[in-house]
């Protein structure tokens, strides 16, 4: 069953009792009484598969923490079996940090998975990697593949499979921020982006709801083909160049989850997936040269 198929009256009695909720290989039973909650995944994880389960890795929830701060300029807390690891944010961020709670227990938890700060994309069965600093324009970049149809494995975390070096796909809803927002919702009239957070630490953060496509086939995994380290630069025309692959290497594992953890078994899956990929770096100011340049990338 779909998150859609359940009433709207019901699916908030579902989600205030913990709603099963199927993201990719993980099953969060996501608890709440919070209606920015109920709206959020109404809106953004409409065609993902629901329980009831009959086990879940994550068991999760949003809620009020005790005294005069549950009623006196309203907070909420993200919580994981009963534990806090964030304080307490605004009452009008709890879908926000929900989003985010989601995200740490899969970085902190899920170390059968190789995992990369990175989005990843598929299109025509490649596979392209995109690292990307704070400020680079990843996420936009990464919606705007989306609405073009590139299938959405993850936004934030690349799951490597530690068995046959395949990404695993996880499409969740992309995180937008500041002019991101705007950026996107002007760029296609079918991006359906949620309620805005305002004055988060990030910033205004929204989240785009990924097509229809991308979560049917959360069970088909890709083939890492290309790493593209992608840039923003206001006024650049499109400039492409080779990556040299050791410093690909020491950005991918610099910058993965758990990559110290795992230590000889991520160095062999880090260097298998270079192996198989061409590494390029690319500045740009509008998107549709970077389309076109993905285009051709796999075309």
């Known amino acids: 069953m779909r998150l859609s198929d359940i009433p709207a009256a019901a699916?908030?009695?579902?989600?205030?009792a913990g709603l099963g909720l199927q993201t990719g290989p993980f099953r969060f039973l996501v608890q709440s009484s919070e209606a920015g909650v109920a709206r959020g995944l109404s809106q953004?994880?409409?065609?993902?598969?629901?329980?009831?389960?009959?086990?879940?890795?994550?068991?999760v929830s949003i809620r009020r923490p005790a005294g005069l701060r549950r009623w006196i300029h309203p907070q909420v807390e993200f919580a994981m079996d009963g534990f806090s690891p964030f304080i307490p944010l605004p009452a009008d961020h709890?879908?926000?940090?929900?989003?985010?709670?989601?995200?740490?227990?899969?970085?902190?938890?899920?170390?059968?998975?190789?995992?990369?700060?990175?989005?990843?994309?598929?299109?025509?069965?490649?596979?392209?990697?995109?690292?990307?600093?704070?400020?680079?324009?990843?996420?936009?970049?990464?919606?705007?593949?989306?609405?073009?149809?590139?299938?959405?494995?993850s936004d934030e975390i690349t799951l490597i499979d530690r068995d046959d070096g395949q990404i695993v796909p996880l499409a969740r809803p992309v995180s937008l921020k500041n002019a991101s927002i705007d950026i996107i919702r002007s760029f296609s009239q079918?991006?359906?982006?949620?309620?805005?957070?305002?004055?988060?630490?990030?910033?205004?953060v929204a989240h785009l709801r990924?097509?229809?496509?991308?979560?049917?086939?959360?069970?088909?995994?890709?083939?890492?083909?290309?790493?593209?380290?992608?840039?923003?630069?206001?006024?650049?025309?499109?400039?492409?160049?080779?990556?040299?692959?050791?410093?690909?290497?020491?950005?991918?594992?610099?910058?993965a989850f758990n990559y110290n953890l795992l230590g000889p078994l991520a160095f062999r899956l880090t260097k298998n997936t270079l192996d198989t990929c061409?590494?390029?770096r690319i500045w740009y100011s509008q998107l549709d040269d970077a389309l076109a340049f993905f285009s051709e990338l796999v075309a």
């Not at 991006?191 to 988060?200: H, K, P, Q, V």
């Open 94 to 153: 709890a879908f926000a940090q929900l989003e985010w709670g989601m995200n740490w227990c899969i970085a902190a938890h899920a170390h059968h998975y190789l995992m990369l700060h990175a989005a990843v994309l598929e299109k025509n069965g490649q596979a392209v990697i995109l690292p990307g600093d704070p400020g680079a324009g990843k996420s936009t970049l990464t919606a705007a593949l989306v609405l073009s149809g590139w299938r959405l494995l």
């Open 278 to 280: 061409t590494c390029q």
């Open 210 to 255: 990924p097509m229809p496509d991308s979560v049917l086939r959360m069970d088909e995994k890709a083939q890492p083909r290309h790493i593209v380290f992608p840039r923003w630069k206001s006024q650049a025309l499109l400039t492409r160049h080779p990556q040299d692959k050791a410093s690909a290497f020491i950005h991918l594992a610099s910058h």
């Open 11 to 16: 699916l908030t009695e579902r989600i205030a």
């Open 190 to 204: 079918a991006a359906s982006i949620g309620e805005t957070a305002l004055d988060t630490h990030k910033g205004s």
């Open 44 to 59: 953004l994880y409409a065609d993902f598969e629901v329980g009831p389960f009959d086990l879940h890795d994550f068991h």
